[in-house]
Every structure is written in structure tokens, then in C-alpha cells.
């Protein structure tokens, strides 16, 4: 009889030494996966915060529009921000009813430049009148807005 009650006490104390390395391996690993988890949502949290900076100091304007001829139209782009930008400029010439599309896509514009994009109208010409709704769109998703009539 003594022997058994001796050997309980050193189950109990194998069975509390058996939890406790259970519940330390454990919160090792909930520690190590938080920990690493925590560490990518820094890095990501860093890399967003810089990518929204650049979209904030983005800055540009459309400085002025003429037509050389009836079928091109020149737009100026002046770029007044801290970084530069890639330009997609759109006109949509309207008469009447009828609306003429057209594009020129990814124009590099640096910081503190202003350059001239040449829209192309050839084969759907201009006529002295048109409204030509001008949007200049950075890769950025900045926006700038201009409305021209041509003379």
C-alpha cells in the first residue's frame, strides 16, 4: 500500500511536468507566429504609407491647350509636385450629337517640367466650335481636368 501512494505522488508531478512543457511549446509557437505575423503587417503597413505619400506629393496641372491644325491638339502638362508622373491624356471632341474620342497614352512628365502632348484628331478633324473635354490621368490615379473650344 505504501508503494502505490509513493507512486502517485510522482504521476502527479510527471503529468505537471508533461502539461507544462504542452502549454510552453505551444505558447512558443502562437508567440513565434505572432511575432512573424507582426512583422509583415509592419513592413506592408511601411510600404503602403510610402505609396500613398508619393500619390499626395503627385501635383500637375494642365497649363494650356491650342490646336496647331484641325487635326492635332497640343495639350501642355506642367508638373508641379515632387515626383514625377507618367501622363494618359484623353480628349473627347463634341459636336451636336456626335463625340470623337482620342488618346495618348503614357507621356513621362519629371518633377518641376512641363511637356507637350500632341493628340492626334487625324481622320476625325476639328471643326471651328468643338468643346474638347481634355483629362489627364496619372499612373497614380491623379486626376486633372480642362476644357478647351477650339476657335
Not at 503529468?15 to 502562437?30: D, N, Q, R
Not at 484628331?121 to 486633372?144: P, T, Y
Request: aromatic share 10%; with cysteine; proline share 1%.
Amino acid at each position: 500500500m505504501r508503494r502505490l501512494k509513493c507512486r502517485r505522488g510522482i504521476s502527479e508531478v510527471i503529468s505537471s511536468i508533461i502539461l507544462t512543457a504542452v502549454v510552453l511549446t505551444v505558447g512558443g509557437a502562437v508567440w513565434s507566429y505572432a511575432q512573424s505575423a507582426t512583422i509583415v503587417l509592419t513592413n506592408n503597413y511601411v510600404n503602403e504609407t510610402l505609396t500613398v505619400m508619393k500619390d499626395v506629393t503627385e501635383r500637375f496641372v494642365v497649363e494650356h491647350v491650342n490646336n496647331s491644325a484641325l487635326t492635332h491638339l497640343n495639350v501642355w502638362v506642367y508638373n508641379y509636385g515632387d515626383v514625377g508622373i507618367v501622363a494618359d491624356v484623353y480628349a473627347n471632341a463634341t459636336r451636336s450629337s456626335t463625340s470623337i474620342l482620342k488618346s495618348k497614352l503614357g507621356t513621362t512628365v519629371a518633377s518641376g517640367d512641363w511637356v507637350k502632348i500632341d493628340v492626334s484628331f487625324v481622320g476625325n478633324a476639328l471643326q471651328s466650335g468643338d468643346k474638347v473635354a481634355i483629362k489627364v490621368h496619372s499612373r497614380r490615379q491623379n486626376n486633372a481636368y480642362y476644357t478647351y473650344y477650339v476657335p
